[in-house]
């Protein structure tokens, strides 16, 4: 019999990260669902070549997931945002995606998502206190 132990640990090391990852990948894979995500980050560049805007994203199971886009303060209202997110989708459609979707707060850009037609499919209240979490989708064209 095996003494298993249960710890807390806030700076973990790769190799138990990686023993995670494995595990759930392995209970994918006998679902038919292989994960292998491929990134999809583009970046605005100023003059001197430092990132004033970014997407960070990646394509899986037909879908772009975009974890996070920002604007320098200073570069916006300027389009980049708009931008960058086009090109995420055109890249993700050439890539055979079929939708996106994406997380924002109420105090980011829940407005931005919304005015390029994006739809809220979740809400998390409270998350942080006195905000709302949104979840939301968009169908990208073929």
């Known amino acids: 019999m095996t003494r298993e ?13 990686a023993a995670v990852s494995a595990m759930l990948n392995e209970h994918n894979a006998d679902q038919g669902l292989v994960y292998d995500p491929r990134a999809l980050n583009i970046f605005v560049r100023d003059e001197r070549g430092n990132v004033i805007a970014g997407l960070i994203g990646s394509t ?3 879908w772009l997931r975009i974890s996070k886009l920002a604007v320098a303060r ?13 090109a995420a989708e055109e890249e993700a459609s ?15 850009a829940i407005n931005f998502y919304k005015s390029l037609g994006y739809k809220v499919f979740a809400e998390l ?5 006195g905000h709302i979490r949104y ?8």
């Open 5 to 17: 132990t249960l710890k807390i640990e806030s700076l973990p090391n790769q190799m138990d990260l």
């Open 135 to 142: 979840f939301l989708t968009k169908k990208l064209e073929p």
């Open 94 to 108: 050439k890539r055979g995606c079929s939708s996106v979707f994406v997380d924002t707060f109420s105090f980011q």
């Open 125 to 129: 209240p409270d998350y942080p206190k």
């Open 74 to 86: 200073s570069a916006r209202d300027q389009g980049l945002g708009t931008r960058l997110l086009q």
């Open 60 to 62: 899986y199971w037909d």
